[in-house]
Nanobody
Framework: QVQLLESGGGAVTAGESLRLSCLMS????????MGWYRQELGKAREFVAA????????YYANSVKGRFTISRDNARNTVALQMNNLKPEDTAMYFC????????????????WGPGTQVTVSA
């Protein structure tokens, strides 16, 4: 059974950067497109970024394009999200998951989510 564990969140000031990491256990991360999602308190979870299995193609939500970069290290079974020029509206709990890339809905693949990692950006 796939398990996901996110880390790297924190509290920063607008304009600063954070790097999130996600470790998969129970399967090979290289077999799946992977993505990042976020959820603000009281709101629905939303897609942030995704990358195909080999790491050659990335997809981003318009709100983070140009500021966030997704990457993956299949040998280490990890996927990362570099977040630069953070804004208060980026404040959310961030999660990783497998992602279906054959639609533009970027639906998550695995039913079990990790605990997430909190990102808080103050003005």
């Amino acid at each position: 059974q796939v398990q996901l564990l996110e880390s790297g969140g924190g509290a920063v000031t607008a304009g600063e950067s954070l790097r999130l990491s996600c470790l998969m256990s129970g399967d090979r991360i290289g077999d799946y497109p992977m993505g990042w999602y976020r959820q603000e308190l009281g709101k629905a979870r939303e897609f942030v970024a995704a990358m195909n299995e080999a790491g050659g193609t990335a997809y981003y939500a318009n709100s983070v394009k140009g500021r966030f970069t997704i990457s993956r290290d299949n040998a280490r079974n990890t996927v990362a999200l570099q977040m630069n020029n953070l804004k208060p509206e980026d404040t959310a709990m961030y999660f990783c998951n497998g992602v279906y890339l054959w639609t533009n809905e970027y639906e998550p693949r695995f039913p079990n989510w990790g605990p997430g990692t909190q990102v808080t950006v103050s003005a």
